[in-house]
């Protein structure tokens, strides 16, 4: 019987009206924030016995997203993530995770766990009310056996999605009701499992539902939780043996799947399915915490040293489109791969605090991550492509998906990345900064910038409130400039990440200079802080270029990748309420190979800066552009809407040479971005 919605106070909270402040705290940055009563709870560090991470993340609203990154997180509020539920039956009213007949599987729970961060950190009165419905259902009718959402299911796959929303929702609200709740479903699992196993995308999604039991179990230290951990991984689907000895080296096809035999949720499909793999990366390092196994907290880097040469994308992306698909550009990625992916490095970074992950993360963030979305974040791809010369309805060289994946709309293909998108950018927000130190001591608390954009964190270190401010235009600019505000003089390390593409990257204190930090560590400055000392990073942002398909090249400048932005015809499909679906069509040509020398890159690459707008992600306010010379590569065609093969790496062309201008690959919706390379 479920109990009657109760006034409580955390929810008032949440949806407190305090844009005031934040926007006070934005004009004035460098005022003294010490006694802001509204310093975020601390970070949970991990209970013994199990085995502490590199790093702990810190609960949600303890980071804010300032600048750019602030305004991108605005446009998606004022897109399709702020809207959706008034346009998409499928998170609206009648919505079974708020009591109605209608969509009661993974959507719900896929909308609240973006919705929520996004929300938080934008302090969005009317965000937080969307957000709060779902929240005060699921709340408020958990069953008396313990399960929580839709009666008309028992699946427990968008549970494991909704227990993520639920964390976080604590993590900002501190609301005592959470704990209680999840106490007792993750209870009502551990005596549920044995009779009603895991199985298809929760068996092979186990690693999500570990993350909140470990989650629970370091702010409660409930003996049963660690049961419940070891029965998740006995059920789950073994990731690392799969990894281990991996064997998915081509691109799957349909008929290896037997997927016209209805085998679409066998072993063979969800092992090779994107999304899968994608939340598949952080299971090495989440599990790791249990075992105490070192080659599993380490398992995260072979995954993605085999996902990188079997499938691996310019992007930062593997392909899945919507199986592993091979090395070729021209195939695609699932959006929700991308925000998984994403989610999972976070998780991957803290545990391991391995800088190359955090290298990582930003590629996905500031490439594969907006390069999918339209500016206004109204209409997104279901697959993005690095060599995307068309979207269109053509027959597209997808392993398993439809004709229209690659349409910008509201729900192109189908319909999860439409529900799942929103959790990117706010957790890649929550993730720029960690906290340091052993576990059962505050003794060595730090903090560390683990991926940078413009943000202000507070939280306490052994007591103390702690205020810092990031002032960067990272990553279209290499100045990253950090103030550091404790409320009084205290002593404790930061950690920078120096990206392993930052060579000669400066560091200074107050103006003076610190040794040369080491490109693809973390520089650990360690002194007693006062309120206003300011660090300096400048990390030279010099053209380089990277090998891909074919030999192929691209052209990377920090962590931003570029790409040739063909002349773009958006052609309306259909209305879709207040977004629409798109085709988009090449109105220039695209088949250029580079003349650059590739000992040199820098050499034959101009780099031209305009200001950094408030949508930096877009063609109009792209503000770096690359001149490379190139030649028209005759041979290369496309067919069906999707570039030809790339012809193999040097090649021989009597086209006259040109000047082609390189932006951002999220500027560019039709692109090039692995070229072919002249031979000299
Ligand atoms: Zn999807």
């Known amino acids: 019987m479920p109990s009657l919605p109760k006034p409580n106070p955390s929810r008032r909270r949440f949806l407190k009206q305090s844009t005031l402040a934040a926007l006070a705290s934005t004009l004035a940055p460098s005022r003294s924030l010490h006694a802001d009563p509204s310093t975020p709870q601390p970070a949970a560090k991990t209970r013994a016995p199990l085995t502490p991470g590199a790093f702990y993340p810190l609960p949600l609203g303890s980071i804010r997203p300032l600048g750019w990154l602030r305004d991108q997180l605005q446009i998606q509020a004022n897109g399709l993530s702020g809207h959706l539920d008034e346009i998409w039956p499928d998170v609206g009213p009648n919505s079974g995770w708020l009591g109605g007949s209608g969509e009661s599987w993974e959507r719900g729970p896929y909308f609240l766990d973006g919705l929520i961060p996004l929300a938080t950190l934008l302090d969005s009165p009317r965000l937080k009310a969307k957000a ?348 990253v400039r950090i103030t550091v505000n404790p409320a009084s003089p205290l002593n404790f390390p930061l950690q920078l990440r120096i990206p392993a593409w930052a060579a000669a990257a400066t560091l200074t204190v107050n103006g003076k200079s610190e040794p040369s930090p080491t490109p693809g560590t973390f520089a650990t400055l360690t002194r007693t802080w006062q309120s206003g000392d300011r660090v300096e990073l400048v990390f030279p942002l010099v053209p380089r270029i990277s090998r891909w398909f074919h030999d192929s090249l691209a052209i990377e400048r920090g962590p931003l990748v570029f790409s040739y932005g063909i002349g773009e015809s958006w052609v309306k499909l259909r209305d879709r309420g207040l977004t629409a679906d798109w085709q988009v069509f090449p109105t220039t040509p695209w088949n250029y190979a580079l003349n650059v020398d590739p000992a040199n890159p820098a050499n034959s690459i101009a780099v031209t800066e305009t200001p950094v707008g408030p949508a930096p992600f877009t063609r109009q306010g792209a503000p770096v552009h690359l001149s490379v010379k190139a030649r028209k590569l005759t041979e290369w065609r496309a067919e069906d809407g999707a570039a030809n093969p790339l012809p193999p790496s040097p090649v021989t062309t009597t086209e006259p040479e040109e000047t082609i201008q390189l932006i951002p690959y999220a500027a560019a919706k039709l692109r090039i971005t692995a070229f072919p390379l002249c031979k000299s």
């Not at 186990?206 to 660690?226: A, C, H, K, M």
């Not at 070891?230 to 008929?255: C, K, M, S, V």
């Not at 929700?336 to 970074?349: D, G, N, W």
């Open 132 to 479: 709060q419905k779902f929240i005060d259902w699921t709340l408020t009718h958990q069953a008396s056996t313990g399960i929580i959402g839709p009666a008309t299911n028992d699946d427990w796959w968008p549970r494991i999605v909704m227990l993520k929303a639920l964390t976080q929702y604590h993590e900002a609200t501190a609301a005592p009701r959470v704990l209680s709740v999840l106490d007792r479903y993750l209870r009502y699992q551990l005596a549920e499992l044995p009779r009603r196993p895991l199985r298809d995308w929760g068996k092979f999604r186990w690693q999500d539902n570990l993350l909140t039991v470990l989650w629970l179990y370091n702010r409660t230290g409930s003996p049963y939780l660690l049961d419940l951990a070891r029965l998740l991984h006995t059920q789950g689907y073994d990731w690392l043996a799969q990894y281990a000895n991996f064997q998915y080296t081509q691109r799957i096809t349909p008929e290896f799947i037997h997927l016209s035999e209805g085998n679409g949720l066998k072993d063979l499909a969800l092992a090779t399915h994107g999304v899968n793999n994608g939340q598949a990366i952080k299971t090495g390092p989440v599990w790791s915490q249990v075992s105490g196994s070192q080659s599993d907290r380490h398992a995260v880097l072979v995954m993605l040293a085999a996902l990188d040469k079997y499938h691996g994308l310019p992007n930062g992306m593997f392909s899945c489109d919507e199986h592993f698909a091979g090395l070729d550009p021209s195939q695609g990625s699932e959006f929700c791969t991308v925000v998984e992916a994403m989610f999972s490095i976070e998780h991957s970074l803290a545990i391991l605090g391995d800088p190359s992950l955090g290298d990582r993360l930003e590629r996905l963030a500031f490439n594969a991550l907006p390069g999918t979305l339209t500016d206004d974040m109204w209409a997104h791809q279901y697959n993005q492509q690095p060599n995307q010369v068309e979207c269109s309805l053509h027959h597209k060289p997808w392993t398993t998906d439809g004709p229209e994946s690659n349409l910008f709309g509201l729900e192109p293909n189908f319909g999860c990345c439409t529900a799942n998108f929103h959790q990117g950018w706010p957790k890649f927000a929550a993730s720029l900064f960690f906290l340091s130190g052993a576990p059962d001591t505050d003794t060595n608390d730090g903090l560390v910038a683990a991926v940078y954009a413009p943000c202000e964190l507070r939280t306490l270190l052994r007591g103390t409130p702690i205020h810092i401010l990031e002032e960067t235009s990272y990553p279209f600019r290499g100045t």
